[in-house]
């Protein structure tokens, strides 16, 4: 339910700002390299891949907005302390690695240093779509569905083609497994955005 009502949310957001002379959407994917830092798990990047949709609204010949919205995959690896740190519920033959699938939604205020370099920032929302993991005992879940965060990173502009490079800092624990051990994600992004209008 809060998946689409965030996702009906940022559609009537776009929607509203379609006949807007300042706005410009299009198409963009990116290479992600996602880390989840906390006990059990393997502190090292991986590589993922997102695909999705993006506006972007300049209200001023400087400032402006930048919702998005991307379908995400990444691949954490289970730490061999795992069974250690989890002794009572985790599952001694799980999968090493983990494919997690996420809807995105980051909302970035932009600033135009000029027409070629733009710098984006701002919170970014994802909701856990589907994890194929078996870290635990009867099929329980071992990651929480929502995750918070935070989005910085510089836009390259060239006429309709965009490249950047973006970090992102989750503020969740995504770890429903215990409490008392805190799994973050971090993610480095690079990629490329196509103008369509």
Request: hydrophobic letters at 40%.
């Amino acid at each position: 339910m809060k998946k689409r009502s965030l996702s009906v949310l940022l559609l009537v957001c776009l929607a509203a700002a379609a006949s807007a002379q300042g706005l410009h959407y299009g198409i963009k994917a990116d290479l992600n390299m996602f880390k989840l830092d906390g006990a059990g798990i393997k502190s090292n990047y991986t590589l993922g891949g997102r695909l999705g949709v993006y506006a972007e609204y300049d209200f001023s010949k400087r400032w402006g907005l930048q919702p998005e919205l991307l379908f995400s995959q990444v691949a954490p690896k289970r730490g061999d302390d795992f069974g250690a740190k989890y002794i009572s519920t985790g599952n001694d033959n799980a999968n090493k690695s983990i494919k997690l699938s996420y809807i995105t939604l980051p909302l970035l205020l932009r600033y135009n240093v000029n027409k070629l370099i733009t710098i984006n920032a701002g919170p970014q929302y994802s909701y856990l779509l589907y994890a194929n993991e078996n870290l635990l005992t009867y099929n329980r879940n071992a990651f929480k569905r929502s995750d918070v965060g935070v989005a910085a990173g510089a836009t390259l502009n060239f006429d309709i083609l965009h490249v950047y490079a973006r970090y992102v800092l989750g503020l969740t624990n995504v770890n429903d497994i215990d409490d008392r051990y805190q799994w973050k994600t971090r993610q480095v992004q690079i990629g490329l955005g196509v103008n369509i209008k």
